[in-house]
């Protein structure tokens, strides 16, 4: 799955990657050479000889919806260090948190630390949707996705909340939006095309108030604007490439020359239609 997560805390990289319904574990020394360990914790297919963390039984949930993000969280109590934010599958509207002393064994600390009042379903939180602390204002951020209404279009923006505590940020259609599609981005028939999917912030550790921005940029296919599709247009579907963006407060941010940072390949190659970025 896409929706995956990379640290490094001492001299251990650690991975968690989705396979839906669940996430899995991994972990190297140099980033290249990984490790799955078998960790006895979940039952998948009649074994328990697997790396699940969470799902399938793991963390004391059966289903997870898998575009949770895992943050080292250095203000949290020595069993809690590791936070994974998502979604339950049976409560898909808010995120919830799990905490684990070592990455690996999981469980439930924190609910609703995301959430929304929308009443209808055009908003949404399946996104890699990103939290963590920041030292430099000493305080919890988190960067989410948040839908925007323009006639006949729902354009995903990211939107950002800070806060004291896990559960002190504000709604989503409270929080200001910080990325948004613009009179720069694509155009078809004079509606925009594109949409920013997931965000993927970092603050970078090795420079003063530095924070990067890895957004994927969603093209869409609009109705009568292309004739490979003269019928019927794809709804809800398009290629995704990724994007860089910078800033010096984790508020405005700079999207320069505005051309791929991830580019896709040809047609036909593997990864022609998407091409993300695990956060860290």
Request: charged content about 25%; glycine content about 8%; overall charge neutral.
């Amino acid at each position: 799955g896409c929706y995956s997560t990379v640290i490094k805390v001492g001299h251990t990289y650690h991975m968690w990657y989705a396979s839906h319904p669940g996430f899995c574990y991994a972990q190297s020394k140099d980033g290249i050479q990984w490790e799955k360990p078998s960790l006895g914790l979940a039952e998948f297919k009649g074994s328990r000889d697997n790396n699940i963390v969470l799902g399938y039984g793991a963390g004391g949930i059966d289903k997870l919806s898998t575009e949770g993000v895992v943050f080292y969280d250095p203000k949290a109590p020595e069993d809690q260090k590791f936070r994974c934010a998502t979604r339950i599958s049976e409560e898909l509207k808010d995120t919830v948190i799990f905490s684990s002393p070592d990455g690996i064994h999981f469980r439930q600390t924190h609910k609703k630390v995301l959430t929304f009042t929308r009443p209808d379903t055009r908003q949404h939180l399946d996104s890699q949707n990103m939290i963590f602390w920041d030292d430099r204002i000493n305080k919890y951020v988190a960067y989410m996705r948040r839908n925007q209404f323009a006639p006949g279009q729902r354009n995903r923006s990211v939107a950002r909340s800070e806060a004291n505590h896990l559960n002190g940020f504000s709604e989503v259609e409270q929080s200001p939006i910080v990325l948004e599609p613009d009179s720069q981005d694509a155009t078809l028939g004079g509606k925009i095309a594109v949409d920013y999917y997931t965000s993927s912030v970092t603050k970078y550790p090795w420079a003063q108030d530095a924070y990067y921005m890895f957004p994927q940029a969603y093209f869409h296919y609009l109705p009568g604007q292309l004739p490979e599709f003269p019928k019927q247009t794809p709804v809800n579907a398009g290629p995704l490439d990724t994007r860089f963006a910078a800033s010096r407060d984790g508020i405005t941010w700079q999207r320069f020359d505005r051309r791929p940072w991830l580019g896709l390949g040809m047609k036909g190659e593997f990864d022609s239609y998407n091409a993300r970025v695990f956060a860290g």
